[in-house]
């Protein structure tokens, strides 16, 4: 196992390489944005004010996420490369590309050091800020089993989720940061690394690529519920906030933590900071 500077990794032509699909997003994107000008030009020329209000937000959408459609097209946009000797898989999400490039981000796996892969289906039940109600998503992890020592892996994980983003001029005149609370990479137990896969080739094409090399466990189906905490012990609810802070959830965590204990908006977000810092620390 070694830990790379992104520039560190050897790029070979017959890599499998497993990246975040650009030419969807573009298309979603777009779609988008073709939204809002029809939404727009109605308003104009129908008399109807109500498509500026709905224009708006939707413009406002569209120019939140012409970064993430923008960092898709970068060479860099790869979760996973395999070759003939190992694996690269990058911890760092390719959003996140202001953060300084001379931090070690990835890490190199040998095909030895992988002692077994499996799929995880995940169904996520957490409350939805935007709307007051439940949200469900339904997720796919790559949970590879390690051999050796993880505790290299496990500082620099959590060292990547401390990050700050730096700040940047910006062309209005001031100044900002943006840091996204994507973490791709968690490791579940010392010897457990699970690789969120939102990437393309999907899972069955990586697992049957590793299959020569390592044992393919049976999938595994779980179910996480973060809307009922009220019902917990305040241990529990802790634990739960923590496991939200953990996926990168900091606006569900603070959310949740509000209708549990009420406070202001910088009472929750001093509560999730500290989460977050707890289990840096564990």
């Known amino acids: 196992m070694r830990l790379l500077r992104l520039k560190e990794v050897e790029i070979g ?41 709905f224009g ?26 395999m070759n003939e000797t190992g ?27 992988i002692a077994s892969a499996r799929l995880i289906k995940e169904r996520v039940e957490t409350p939805d800020p935007a709307k007051g109600g439940t949200q469900i998503r339904f997720l796919r992890h790559i949970e ?8 290299a892996l496990a500082d620099a994980l959590q060292a ?16 900002s940061s943006t840091l996204y609370r994507d973490y791709p990479v968690v490791l579940v137990a ?14 069955h094409k990586f697992l049957e690529a590793l299959r020569p090399y390592t044992m393919i466990a049976e999938p595994v ?18 634990k739960k906030l923590r496991d939200l802070v953990t996926r990168g959830d900091n606006i569900t965590a603070m959310y949740a933590a509000r209708s549990l ?3 202001s908006l910088g009472d929750a977000k001093r509560m999730v900071d500290s989460l977050r810092d707890d289990k840096v620390a564990q």
């Not at 989720?161 to 940047?168: I, L, N, V, Y």
């Not at 010392?190 to 990437?199: A, E």
């Open 261 to 263: 204990y009420g406070g």
């Open 190 to 203: 010392p010897t457990f690394l699970r690789i969120h896969w939102d990437v393309v080739p999907g899972t």
């Open 160 to 175: 990547e989720r401390c990050e700050d983003a730096p700040m940047k001029k910006r062309w209005y005149g001031g100044s």
């Open 13 to 53: 032509t017959n890599d499998r390489v497993y990246r975040h699909a650009p030419v969807r997003a573009l298309i979603l994107w777009l779609a988008g944005l073709a939204a809002t000008v029809a939404l727009f030009f109605k308003a104009f020329t129908g008399k109807w004010p109500i498509g500026y209000f």
């Open 56 to 81: 708006f937000f939707l413009l406002l959408f569209v120019l939140a996420t012409r970064k993430m459609v923008v960092a898709r097209f970068h060479p860099a946009n790869w979760l996973v490369r």
């Open 87 to 113: 694996i690269y898989v990058q911890y760092r999400s390719y959003l996140n590309e202001e953060l300084p490039p001379d931090d070690p981000t990835v890490v190199f796996l040998s095909l030895g050091e």
């Open 144 to 151: 590879l089993e390690l051999a050796g020592d993880t505790t």
């Open 221 to 238: 189906s779980l179910s996480q519920d973060f809307t009922h905490l009220r019902f917990l012990s305040r241990e529990d609810q802790q």
